[in-house]
């Protein structure tokens, strides 16, 4: 599977941004996404995933009501929609894949598919 995240840019506080995730690829279809992301000097940390039939979604506390997570199976796409953005949340952004149905996908090291990441700098 490949990854290939975009849609970051730079925005001031309380704007939005939609990030995308394409997938292509064996397996490109299947599974749930996760997005993560990280700050230079610190840990990766997760942000949102969906499983495969978008049916359960999951966020990170600081992100809840926020952001909104949705997919295109069709098109092999999962989108990350960004609003209300805060100075903190400027940081690199990942989607990555497990390859596996059932998998945690807030545990990154279930994912060993990752795009090359986009970055989101929200400035105040």
């Known amino acids: 599977v490949q990854l290939q995240a975009s849609g970051g840019g730079l925005v001031q506080a309380g704007e939005s941004l939609t990030l995308s995730c394409a997938a292509s690829?064996?397996?490109?279809?299947?599974?749930?996404t996760g997005w993560f992301r990280q700050v230079p000097g610190k840990e990766r940390e997760f942000v949102s995933a969906?499983?495969?039939?978008?049916?359960?979604?999951y966020y990170a506390e600081h992100v809840k009501g926020r952001f909104t997570i949705s997919r295109d199976n069709d098109d092999n796409m999962v989108y990350l929609q960004m609003n209300s953005l805060k100075p903190e949340d400027t940081a690199v952004h990942y989607c990555?894949?497990?390859?596996?149905?059932?998998?945690?996908?807030?545990?990154?090291?279930?994912?060993?598919?990752w795009g090359q990441g986009t970055q989101v700098t929200v400035s105040s």
């Open positions: 690829g064996r397996d490109a279809s299947k599974y749930g």
């Open positions: 969906t499983t495969w039939s978008g049916r359960n979604s």
């Open positions: 990555a894949k497990p390859t596996a149905y059932g998998v945690d996908l807030t545990q990154e090291g279930l994912c060993p598919y």
